[in-house]
């Protein structure tokens, strides 16, 4: 990095829909031209993976890099034993043992999204050091004093919670996250924190922990929740997250997720999640809104945050597994990871043997009875690894395994579905 200012970085964040709420508008622009700020975001290992929301979180760190400011990148190995109160009730403690290994699955998830080398390099801390070793006593004296309790059964979190009940756990947890920003400003010089809107109590009472404990002077803003076309927001449910992970979401899933993006979001996708220029984005829009069957905004945004999540080369292999899969390339030509990721997404059955195509297209809810089986055959609609099969009777031989395991049947041009032998 070159620590270059970039002085219509707010601009630029404003323009892609990326500040929801900030601190004194003004105050946070003079800061941006003055120099390389340094500032935060916070992740914490409430699950085995990142997701989509916290990718709006990496992006934005990295927009803010690349406009030369400094990145630290906090891992919440001491928040996240406690957890960010839950809306409805009592957030359940995850082991100790499970903290600190979702804490280093983190780690290890957020260093490729920011650069660690020149003039504004990123850094990577733990508030788990600067929190284990501080007692009770300490924390009350030099944090707790600073909260008035009056204004805390005012968040929004605590209020909705007050006749159900929060533990006084979730009720401090805003004291330990205000903390960070307080120990970050003080040994790091860190001035800024963004984060998501569901956050902004919690950012908005560090800035003011700062300005108590030192009469220190902060910023912050948050983006926008992404949700759904309906309104609602994305989960971390297994049918509904948008995992970082590899091993939890396949590379192939992750870029089919964004090809399925609804015409309405992409713009506000591409504006988020990309790094496409102004003049590219308002184009593949209009596209989209002229000619959306050719789906020129999805393609795009799933091309580009593939490759920024899992590389050039993972998102070569989903779009030609894609290819294959419907018919238009070499199912052979995939890597046997590749293709088990792509079919096992799509739906697939295991057998412990070969049988005759007409199971097999049973066995995979392709057909719902041998009857229809056998009336998609001689209708022309059966594919056995992209060949049409003409015999009500055929049989897959060894030679039509791929990689050893793997047949592909497809009905018609868009349903398919793997059949993993053995």
Excluded: C
């Amino acid at each position: 990095m070159t620590g270059t200012i970039d002085p219509t970085l707010l601009d630029e964040l404003e323009w892609r829909g990326l500040v929801a709420h900030s601190t004194d508008l003004g105050a946070l622009r003079e800061a941006l031209t003055a120099g390389s700020v340094r500032f935060y975001v916070g992740f914490d290992p409430t699950a085995p993976s990142l997701h989509m929301g916290n990718l709006v979180q990496l992006v934005t760190a990295r927009r803010l890099q690349n406009a030369g400011h400094t990145p630290y990148i906090l891992v919440g190995g001491a928040t996240g034993m406690i957890g960010d109160p839950k809306e409805t009730s009592e957030r359940v403690l995850n082991s100790l043992d499970t903290v600190k290994d979702w804490s280093e699955r983190v780690r290890r998830q957020v260093a490729p999204f920011v650069v660690f080398e020149g003039a504004n390099a990123a850094t990577l801390v733990n508030n788990y050091d600067w929190t284990a070793s501080l007692s009770t006593i300490d924390f009350l004296r030099e944090i707790g004093k600073h909260f008035p309790v009056n204004r805390m059964l005012q968040r929004d979190v605590v209020s909705r919670r007050l006749e159900s009940g929060i533990s006084y756990t979730e009720f401090s947890y805003v004291l330990l996250q205000s903390m960070d920003f307080l120990s970050l400003f003080r040994d790091h010089g860190v001035t800024l924190q963004h984060g998501a809107t569901d956050q902004w109590g919690n950012i908005t009472a560090g800035v003011e922990l700062i300005r108590r404990a030192d009469g220190g002077h902060a910023h912050a803003f948050v983006t926008p929740l992404i949700t759904k076309p309906d309104g609602t927001k994305y989960g971390k449910t297994e049918a509904d997250a948008v995992w970082l992970d590899p091993e939890m979401m396949s590379p192939y899933a992750f870029h089919q997720w964004w090809l399925n993006v609804d015409d309405s979001q992409i713009g506000e996708m591409l504006r988020i999640f990309t790094f496409l220029t102004h003049e590219e984005i308002e184009g593949l829009e209009a596209e989209t809104q002229e000619k959306p069957w050719l789906r020129a905004g999805q393609k795009r945004l799933a091309d580009e945050v593939t490759t920024f999540v899992h590389g050039a080369e993972e998102t070569e292999h989903a779009k030609q597994a894609a290819a294959a899969l419907f018919g238009g390339g070499d199912l052979r030509s995939l890597s046997g990871a590749t293709l088990a990721a792509a079919l096992r997404e799509a739906g697939s059955a295991r057998v412990p043997a070969l049988l005759p195509v007409v199971d097999l297209l049973v066995e995979t809810g392709l057909a719902k009875s041998r009857a229809e089986a056998r009336r998609t055959i001689a209708e022309g609609g059966a594919y056995l690894n992209n060949v049409r099969v003409d015999d009500a009777e055929a049989q897959p031989q060894t030679s039509d395994l791929i990689d050893g395991s793997w047949l592909v049947l497809r009905r018609g041009k868009k349903q398919f579905a793997g059949v993993e032998v053995g």
